[in-house]
């Protein structure tokens, strides 16, 4: 069959550059260095796995996709207040 | 059977800025032209542990699978071309330690390639140093493989034969009508001498 022709990457592309532009800069300049007390990326992060929820194909990533939303929601008996990924 | 290697890597660059490359290294705009096998990455899920402060990724990469032998590729199909890997991590910041390990999603009854990543700061230059250790492990499943590769022969020489007997049932009945022909005007041959 070759290369996949239409892969979640072309209509994604966007989105996924944006969502690790701001995560590297997220990653060097604070998370890495031990500093974590903002949420950082979430917007990015929505839209580009929403894209992926609508068009990624393959079953068994797919499932790691959903399975992984399910269980991300921040109030799930999170300690939302010292999370990184604090949505209040 | 399993083959397993070890590999250790210092890079003189401190624990920081070597995981901060590590996770460009399939996302940065040179990946194609460096890493050509690399055709896709994304993020399936993060999390970040309040609690422990640990960051949590699982990522799929996906790449053009090495060369099979030709008659696997026909017996396989076009699916063997793309092979996707699916990579978990843990990055604790407080420890400075990050944890990778990567498995192959695809072509898992014919092989499993597992690798664990561990980046650290180098216990003899902790500030500026970083060590990596890479252990793989690959396991070729040659009876699985075998097995499915004599399904798919199986399959075909059944569908092979079952046309074959069509075509030699045809046959008879046109032999069978031939026959007829020939007894029949032996006999009109007979009643007329």
Known sequence: ?88 | MVRAYKHEHIYRHPWDRVTTASWRKFTDPDTPAVLSHVLDVHTLSRRLDAASGCLHTVRSITVRSPSLPFFLRRIIGGEAVVCHCIETSVVDPRARSMEIVAVNASLRGLIEVEERSSYQPHPENPEGWTLLRQDTSIRCKPFKALAAVAEKVEQRCVERFQQNSVKGREFVERICKYLEAESSAAAAGATAS
């Open chain 1, 1 to 88: 069959m070759g290369f996949v022709k239409s892969s979640p990457a072309s209509q994604c592309a966007d989105l996924r550059t944006a969502y690790h532009d701001c995560f590297n800069r997220w990653f060097s300049e604070r998370f890495s260095k031990g500093k974590c007390d903002k949420e950082e990326c979430v917007a990015e992060w929505e839209k580009y796995r929403g894209c992926l929820a609508e068009n990624l194909k393959e079953k068994h990533l797919r499932n790691i996709l959903l399975e992984a939303e399910e269980s991300y929601f921040p109030n799930k008996g999170h300690d939302g207040s010292r999370s990184c990924f604090n949505h209040q």
